[in-house]
């Protein structure tokens, strides 16, 4: 595919295709990134918001999981809305809201400051928080934008690429977190964090392209006659059908991002957007349930809670193998083109 200047028709009334795969993977990767980094800094300002509202670690634990509510449950509805209009603008959308969640917080810290909040204020930076989490289900989308972007033969390999590059945001970020608190302070770093967030927004705005079948959609063709250009153009992944066949799949290896959603075009190939969000959803569920469970961990056993809370993982891991080794069982099996030989 190769890129055009313009989305719409051209002047002899022919339908233009912007981008390219490599542009649509890279504008994906880059707004999957920048939506993650906006919830680094969010739990710095949970854990300094304890001691000031007077938390217990049940409602401590809930604001650190805020961002991740929305971003697990998110992935689900955004994921499917793919399917319907492109990446765009359900990626737009997104971030959108996390930039909402980055300003409220903001402008708390700047007008209240954490030593003027209290329990009272506690609805609305859960609010604000859960809102900054709408990043973190960019993932879903993006994902499947990467895979009606990419050739069938390149599918796990550019979704590998999408996801260890978007997910290494929160290790790059985690890694400046106290530079940035030591030179700018709580309310700097924030800052600084919601101006990174607006910007990459921005630039995604301007580079995003959906798919050539969206953009002929959009351009008014049939379904049918947008399928056929696009497939002129090399795009060879289409949405149609239904992503429930691919809960199994979320479940039982939800963990493993790049292995799942590089087997989803497989195992799903009719309904990558839904089927990308389904799984994003329940993968990243873990990270909403999983903190308040530990600070009940906490409120009942005291500093021996820290410790004893991890059990939660253990199990979890031990129910993973079994899922794990159920998908196996019942594992797609590729089968030839054409009809099969008798045996006679």
Excluded at 99 to 104: D, F, I, K, N, R
Excluded at 152 to 178: C, H, K, W
Excluded at 212 to 237: I, S
Aim: a negative charge; charged letters at 10%; aromatic letters at 10%.
């Amino acid at each position: 595919m190769t890129a055009k200047s313009t989305s719409g028709p051209a002047s002899d009334g022919t339908p233009t295709i912007r981008g390219s795969p490599r542009r649509g993977v890279a504008s994906a990767t880059l707004g999957f990134f920048v939506g993650f980094a906006g919830v680094v800094l969010y739990g710095p300002v949970a854990t300094e918001l304890e001691g000031a509202m007077g938390l217990s670690g049940l409602a401590l634990g809930l604001l650190v999981a805020a961002p991740q509510l929305t971003g697990s449950l998110l992935r689900i509805p955004f994921g499917a809305w793919v399917k319907d209009v492109g990446a765009a603008k359900p990626f737009l959308v997104l971030l959108g809201g996390a930039v909402v969640g980055m300003a409220g917080l903001s402008t708390i810290l700047v007008t209240l400051g954490t030593d003027g909040l209290t329990m009272a204020h506690y609805p609305l930076v859960f609010l604000f928080g859960a809102l900054s989490g709408c990043g973190i289900a960019t993932f879903s989308v993006g994902a499947a934008q990467t895979s009606y972007w990419s050739p069938e033969d390149r599918q796990g390999t550019m979704l590998a690429v999408y996801a260890g590059l978007g997910n290494s945001s929160p290790g790059i970020f985690t890694l400046l977190v106290p530079v940035a608190l030591a030179v700018l302070g709580l309310t700097g770093a924030y800052l600084a964090w919601f101006g990174f967030l607006v910007c990459g927004t921005f630039v995604y705005g301007l580079i995003a392209v959906d798919p050539p079948f969206f953009q002929l959609r959009k351009q008014g063709l049939e379904a049918e006659t947008a399928k056929q250009r696009a497939e002129t153009r090399g795009q060879e992944l289409f949405p149609s059908g239904d992503a429930m066949a691919s809960i199994l799949l979320g479940v039982g290896i939800g963990v493993a991002n790049a292995a799942v959603f590089g087997l989803v075009p497989t195992y799903v190939p009719e309904a990558v957007g839904g089927a990308s969000g389904l799984v994003g959803g329940l993968g990243a569920f873990g990270g909403f349930a999983i903190p308040p469970i530990l600070g009940l961990f906490v409120d009942l056993q005291g500093p021996a809670g820290y410790a004893n809370g991890f059990v939660v993982f253990f199990v979890l891991a031990i129910a993973s193998i079994g899922l794990s080794g159920e998908l196996y069982r019942t594992r797609v099996v590729p089968t030839p083109d054409g009809p099969v030989p008798s045996d006679d």
